[in-house]
């Protein structure tokens, strides 16, 4: 049992060492090329800066920093949809950096046909200020706490016998708090799977057919929301909750497929 | 461990380095061009007792189709052809191949004989080899070791390992830099624990010795590893001088005699070299090299020395730089300069500008990295009529020419503008703030500046939630939290439900009770049988219904069987049970071992049937 348990811990150190490893070894070229890709930025090669950057996605790595620094490059080079697009990749991981706020903001002000909402429901200012001012792991890490001192507080309460009263009350907060927490984070990982910036100028039709009625145009870096897909064709929700059909190419998905 | 030992084991790494980059390279460097061409014979040791035999190698480099040559006849010694061996080798992305012609040589006479000069005819071109001294000695040694239990170390180990110490120069001046390579030869000899070298420096400033370097070496025809040793001397004395003598301490291993009938002995597993070595059977030796003294005449520095001589003696090279060259008056100037070159830096006083009428100077900041030395001097001009900075010296003494040298460097030309008023303060609103950001679109906006730090590296797509540990881990605490619940529910029951308690005795007791009865069949005990099955079904009772065990009859039981919701069969028939218990002990009945083994049946379906029932 205990050569078990040995074995065990050994097989479980080896896993992560290993991966430390690779990690360790993909990072020094990634590092480098990003420094590269900063000093195009900074010598104003925003086309080389651009291109650096990309390659370390192809490489299947991404960093806040990094998509911070290619929206940055594609800002320069007047690709707004991209530029809203690794803004709101970058959002994903450091939603309350300032940097980053104030340059989507910018960025989203020069979308056109941009839809504003002046006043937000309850629901709208519960999901602004928890979803999108914290990250999917924030959120996790946090539920998970609770979940770990709700049981060990079940736990406690039951050996040293507490007040069965304030027991379950406490319980039942931090369950009604876990809850809300579970489906906002679950709601939230549905919407950013289905959330998608518009890359190119694109027409929101009645029907999923090219010879269908416009219903509204969509313009680079404007947020939809993917309803279903057909074929070719995708049905979108605009911020305003008007539906759509527009073509497969138009648009990329936050979330990196 | 010792170096040589650390280096032993990083063997394999490099080897398989070199495989790997043969492979990698083998395609690009092959065709490279003719390489040189070059022979070359060497044997394996020097000396050689009669009927032992040596190796010799003839090596073409250069040249892998190079055939066997016909050894001549030489005088003392049979040879036989032992074959060719080639082998290609990339240092530095230069490749070499070459060629192994091996001979053994057998030895027919005592005395000392030679190979003499041999030669082969290669592309038209002839090339000879050095001859090579054997001494052929007698076969005393095998004499010795049968009636000696471990042989220690002999002088004939100074043919095999020896140290040796050379100079670069003999004759140097003062202060000038002396190269020594102190360099330890071994030869089939395994050498562990190889201490730095102790040398006697008086009379000279010693630089710290540096990490050793192995190679392998070809000496008078046999082929040694080498480990050098390096050490920079400065001589601070006049005179004739001496350096060392030199001393290394290691320790030699040599076989210990094996005890007969050892385990391992009888598979021949010590005669493994790693075995062997594993398990001890090498003894070690420790042992002192030295190597002889070297003479040093020191050349006192020619007069008259210059005034400004900076005690550099040596070869050197000194740039100077100022920046920035514009500048305000009051602004600072960085005067740099760099000394590079070989000599003595330690001691090398470096030159600095001093205080005038145009300048305020500061302190000079120096640092020293190998083989430099570096100055870095604040200089901050007073006036703003101020052309250039004044030129800047340094004198050394060249050792190649054997005469002082000035190195001028400057005048650096500046333009110094009068001081400039201190700009106002740009005061920039924060983005965000509501009151700016009117204002702020008339002043044009971008965006904020690249982040240089990046963050962690993540593969794509990963987050917590998907984390396979992290999801092992909260269902392991899920398991944890349950389990733990589970245990003490039950415990907390056990502890103040005395019925829950019992009953959860009644399996145990049930499947006890049966076996005891089981027994009883097969000793064909009637009576005791029944009298065991009554109790055992009485007992068994008490435990499962938790009723007192005074009131388990045929009679009382019914009436609590039936409020625990038992069936009217499973009742009649634990009654019928009773009965028969009772009518055989009474006499009313007899019995034989069929009819015991039905009654035991009867039992068994009864337990079984009140399991089930989970009360």
């Known amino acids: 049992m205990k050569k078990l348990k ?57 960093s806040p920093s990094l998509y911070y620094n290619l929206a940055n490059s594609y800002f320069k080079l007047k690709d707004l949809g991209k530029t809203v697009l690794n803004y709101e990749r970058a959002r994903c991981f450091i939603p309350r950096d300032g940097d980053l706020r104030s340059n989507y ?40 706490f609770l979940y770990v001192v709700a049981g060990l507080l079940w736990a406690l309460g039951v050996l040293f016998k507490i007040n069965q009263k304030i027991l379950i009350s406490v319980t039942v907060v931090i369950f009604i708090t876990f809850f809300i927490g579970i489906s906002l984070l679950t709601q939230k990982i549905f919407i950013e799977s289905k959330t998608s910036i518009i890359l190119k100028e694109a027409s929101a039709k009645f029907e999923p057919r090219e010879d269908a009625t416009t219903h509204y145009t969509l313009y680079p870096g404007a947020k939809v929301f993917v309803v279903k897909k057909d074929s070719d064709w995708l049905k979108v929700r605009r911020q305003d909750g008007k539906m759509g059909w527009i073509t497969l190419g138009s648009l990329e998905y936050i979330q990196p497929k | 461990m010792g170096k040589i030992g650390k280096m032993k084991l990083r063997f394999p790494f490099i080897f398989l380095l070199i495989i790997f980059l043969a492979i990698g390279f083998l395609g690009i460097t092959l065709p490279a061009q003719a390489q040189n061409v070059g022979f070359e014979a060497s044997v394996d040791r020097k000396s050689v007792t009669l009927g032992d035999a040596i190796q010799l190698s003839l090596t073409v480099y250069g040249n892998q189709q190079a055939s066997a040559l ?16 080639t082998s290609v080798s990339i240092i530095n992305g230069k490749h070499s ?57 002999s002088a004939n180990v100074q043919d095999k390992v020896f140290l040796t110490m050379q100079a670069n120069k003999n004759s140097v001046y003062l202060n000038e830099k002396i190269d020594i ?157 760099d000394l590079s070159g070989n000599g003595n830096l330690k001691n090398v006083k470096m030159p600095v500008f001093s205080e005038n009428d145009e300048f305020k100077v500061y302190d000079p900041q120096i640092k020293e990295e190998e083989g430099s030395k570096i100055l870095e001097q604040v200089l901050i001009p007073k006036k703003e009529n101020i052309t250039h900075i004044p030129a800047i010296q340094f004198t050394y003494f060249d050792v190649n020419a054997g005469v002082y040298q000035t190195l001028t460097r400057g005048p650096f030309e500046i333009s110094v503008s009068p001081a400039k008023e201190q700009q106002p303060l740009n005061v920039i609103a924060l983005p ?25 590296f993540t593969p794509i797509g990963k987050a917590l939630y998907k984390n396979i540990f992290f999801l092992a881990v909260v269902i392991l605490y899920t398991i944890v939290i349950v389990l733990f619940f589970v245990f003490y529910k039950r415990k907390e029951r056990v502890r103040t439900d005395l019925v829950y308690a019992k009953r ?49 009859t045929a009679h009382e039981i019914q009436d609590s069987l039936l409020k625990k919701g038992v069936s009217e069969l499973l009742s009649k028939k634990i009654s019928a049970a009773f009965a028969e218990c009772e009518a055989i002990r009474y006499g009313a009945l007899s019995s034989d071992k069929t009819k015991m083994q039905e009654s035991c049946q009867a039992l068994k379906e009864i337990v079984d049937a009140l399991e089930r029932l989970n009360l």
């Open chain 2, 432 to 456: 965000n703030t509501p009151m700016a950001t009117e204002t702020k679109d008339q002043l044009g906006r971008d965006i904020v500046f690249i982040k240089d730090s990046p963050g962690k």
């Open chain 1, 6 to 62: 040995h074995s065990a811990v050994f097989i479980f150190a080896f896993i992560i060492i290993s991966n430390v490893g690779i990690a360790a070894a993909q990072d020094h070229s990634i590092l480098s090329k990003f420094y590269q890709a900063n000093f195009a930025y900074k010598e104003k090669d925003y086309q080389r800066a651009v291109e650096s950057y990309e390659e370390i996605l192809s490489q299947g790595f991404e």
């Open chain 2, 70 to 85: 016909k050894l001549p006849e030489i005088d003392g010694f049979q040879s036989r052809y032992l074959g060719p061996s």
């Open chain 1, 105 to 144: 903001q910018y960025a989203l002000s020069l979308v056109q046909g941009r839809v504003v909402q002046i006043k937000r429901t309850l629901a709208a200012r519960i999901w602004k200020n928890v979803c999108e001012d914290f990250t999917t792991s924030e959120m996790t890490l946090f539920l998970f």
């Open chain 2, 181 to 337: 390579s102190v360099k330890l030869f071994v030869s089939q000899v395994a050498l562990r624990d190889i201490s730095f070298p102790e040398i006697n420096t008086e009379g000279f400033v010693a630089e710290q010795i540096a990490q050793p370097s192995q190679s392998k070496e070809l000496k008078d025809g046999a082929y040694y590893d080498t480990v050098e040793f390096y050490l920079t001397l400065y001589p601070v004395r006049e005179g004739g001088l001496s350096v060392g003598p030199a001393k290394v301490d290691a320790n030699i291993l040599y076989k210990k005699q094996r005890q007969r009938g050892s385990f391992f002995d009888e598979f021949g597993m010590m005669d493994d070299g790693f075995f062997g070595d594993l398990f001890g059977s090498y003894e070690k030796y420790p042992i002192t090299f030295q190597a002889d003294p070297l003479k040093i005449n020191v050349k006192p520095l020619p007069q008259p020395v210059p005034n400004n001589f900076s005690s550099a003696v040596g070869q050197f090279n000194f740039t100077v730089t100022a920046s920035p060259k514009k500048v305000n008056v009051g602004d600072p100037i960085t005067v740099r300069m």
């Open chain 2, 504 to 552: 959860l005795k009644a399996p145990a007791k049930a499947r006890k009770g049966l076996k005891k009865i089981y027994q009883l069949i097969h000793e064909g005990k009637e009576k005791q049988f029944y009298d065991g099955l009554f109790e055992f079904l009485k007992e068994y009772l008490h435990y499962k219904l938790a009723v007192s065990e005074g009131s388990v």
């Open chain 2, 97 to 153: 191949s070459s060629v192994s012609h091996r001979y053994l040589l057998f030895p027919q006479k005592i005395g000392t004989f030679q190979i003499p000069a041999l030669q082969i005819e290669l592309g038209g071109k002839t090339y000879s080899s050095n001859p090579i001294a054997i001494d052929v000695v007698e076969s005393n040694e095998q004499v010795k070791s049968d009636d000696q239990s471990s042989t220690a170390p």
